[in-house]
C-alpha cells in the first residue's frame, strides 16, 4: 500500500468526525419579551421533555420543580428589555450557573409540653419542624403552640406567616439580607421577632384586618374569618432553592356555628427567588358568593388602585409598619378583573370581592424600603405595581431552538 492510500485511510475518519461535529446543533432557549411587557426579573417554564433533566439554561439561575401535575418542568430567571429577545443556550448541569437557596417555607409545633385549654405549656421552646399538620380543635390564637403562629414563607427579599387560627390573617416579615431566616425566627420565643433585629422582624400591623391579601367572607354584620371551621390542615409541596409552595386546606367554612353555607377551600401558596410575590390559587368546593382578599386599610396611608386590561392591583404606601412610628411598608393584592365584583373599603380592609367561582387566582406583594432603596416613595411604588401588571399581561414568551 503507498504512503497516499495510507495517509487517505487515516484522513477518512478524521474529516468524517468533523462532518458529524459541524451537524451537531447547539440546544438553545430563545426569549421575547413584548413591548408592553415587564422590566424585572421573571421566572418563565422552558419547554423541555421532563427526561432532558440533566440540562440548564447557561448564564441565568435554572431549576428544575414539581407540577402541579406531578411531573417536572425546568424554570429559569430571565430579565430582558421590553421589545427585546434574547438566546441562552441550554447546559448540562455541571457547566450551569449555581443556585443559591433564595426560598423557603415551614411550619413547626412546638414539642415537649401539654395543653392546658387552648394554651400549650412547656418549660422550653423546643419546635419540631413538619410537612404536614392538621389544626387540634383548641388551637386559637396566642395558643403558643405554632412558631410565630402558622406556617411562614420567604424568598430573598422579603418574608410572610399565615395566622393558622380563626384570624387567618397573613403577616409581613422584612428582611435586612438575602439568605433565609426564617427557620431561625421564634426558636427563642414569642416576642422577639416583634422587634428589628440583625436579620429583621416582624413589620405589619395586622389589628383587627386580614392583613396582606387573606380570606374572608362578607356578611352583614362585616368581614367574618374563620371562626367557623371543621379542620385546617398544612401540607409542603416544595421547598427547592427557588421556589417555595404549601396548600391550607379549610373544611366547611361557614357563616355560623351552625354549618350555614358551608364551603371547603383550598389554597396554595408559592413564592420565587428574586421576587417579593406570593400566587395564590384558590379552590372552592362550590361557588360562594361573598368570599374577598383583604388589604390592611390604615388612615395615615397613600391608596393605589390601578387597572389594566386583564389586571388590576390595590396597594397601599405608607407608614403602616410596627418597627417605627415612620417605618414604612408597600402593600400590594393583584387579582384577575374577570374574577372579581369590585373592590371596595371595609371597616379595616380594602376589599377585594371575588365573584362566585370554584377557581380563581390572586397575588400579593410587601415592600420594605429600608431593604430596596429603589422603592423610597409611593410614586415610586405605584411604578412597580404598574410595571408588575405589565409583567402579568404580557408575559415573557420562550421557545427552544437549535443553531
Excluded at 443559591?100 to 419542624?129: C, K, M, P
Excluded at 414563607?153 to 390573617?169: I, M, P, Q, T
Excluded at 415612620?326 to 387579582?335: E, H, I
Aim: proline letters at 4%; one cysteine or more; charged letters at 20%.
Amino acid at each position: 500500500m503507498n504512503k497516499v492510500m495510507k495517509l487517505g485511510l487515516v484522513l477518512l475518519p478524521i474529516l468524517t468526525a468533523c462532518d458529524n461535529a459541524k451537524n451537531i446543533k447547539e440546544k438553545g432557549v430563545l426569549v421575547n419579551n413584548p413591548a408592553e411587557g415587564g422590566t424585572m426579573t421573571q421566572w418563565v417554564s422552558v419547554p423541555v421533555p421532563d427526561a432532558e433533566s440533566q440540562w440548564r439554561v447557561k448564564g441565568v439561575p435554572s431549576e428544575w420543580r414539581n407540577t402541579p401535575e406531578g411531573g417536572k418542568a425546568l424554570f429559569a430567571a430571565i430579565n430582558v428589555a421590553p421589545g427585546a429577545s434574547e438566546y441562552y443556550p441550554l447546559t448540562r448541569i455541571s457547566a450551569g450557573q449555581p443556585v443559591e437557596d433564595f426560598a423557603h417555607a415551614e411550619l413547626s409545633i412546638r414539642t415537649g409540653g401539654e395543653w392546658n385549654g387552648t394554651v400549650y405549656e412547656a418549660q422550653e421552646f423546643s419546635f419540631e419542624t413538619v410537612e404536614h399538620f392538621v389544626a387540634p380543635e383548641q388551637l386559637t390564637d396566642h395558643s403558643y403552640y405554632l412558631r410565630y403562629e402558622g406556617p411562614g414563607w420567604e424568598s430573598d427579599k422579603v418574608g410572610y406567616r399565615l395566622y393558622f387560627d380563626w384570624r387567618n390573617a397573613i403577616d409581613v416579615f422584612v428582611k435586612t439580607g438575602s439568605d433565609p431566616v426564617l427557620s431561625k425566627v421564634g426558636q427563642d420565643g414569642y416576642d422577639s421577632y416583634h422587634s428589628l433585629s440583625e436579620w429583621g422582624g416582624d413589620a405589619l400591623k395586622v389589628g383587627k384586618s386580614l392583613g396582606v391579601g387573606a380570606l374572608g367572607r362578607k356578611t352583614d354584620d362585616g368581614i367574618l374569618h374563620f371562626q367557623y371551621v371543621d379542620n385546617t390542615s398544612y401540607t409542603l409541596l416544595e421547598n427547592s432553592q427557588t421556589s417555595a409552595s404549601f396548600k391550607v386546606n379549610y373544611e366547611n367554612w361557614a357563616l355560623d356555628e351552625n354549618g350555614s353555607a358551608g364551603v371547603d377551600i383550598q389554597t396554595v401558596y408559592r413564592i420565587n427567588a428574586f421576587d417579593p410575590t406570593t400566587h395564590i390559587n384558590v379552590k372552592a368546593s362550590e361557588a360562594a358568593s361573598g368570599i374577598v382578599a383583604g388589604l390592611v386599610a390604615h388612615d395615615n396611608t397613600q391608596v393605589i388602585d390601578v387597572k389594566g386590561a386583564e389586571w388590576g392591583v390595590i396597594g397601599t404606601w405608607g407608614p403602616q409598619s410596627v418597627l417605627g412610628d415612620q417605618d414604612k411598608l408597600g402593600l400590594a393584592v393583584f387579582y384577575r378583573l374577570d374574577q372579581v365584583v369590585g373592590v371596595e373599603k371595609g371597616e379595616f380592609d380594602h376589599l377585594v370581592m371575588f365573584k362566585p367561582l370554584t377557581a380563581f387566582e390572586y397575588k400579593i406583594l410587601a415592600v420594605w424600603p429600608q431593604r430596596d432603596e429603589a422603592i423610597h416613595s409611593a410614586e415610586a411604588f405605584s411604578t412597580l405595581l404598574e410595571d408588575k401588571l405589565n409583567a402579568f399581561e404580557n408575559p415573557i414568551s420562550v421557545q427552544v431552538v437549535e443553531k
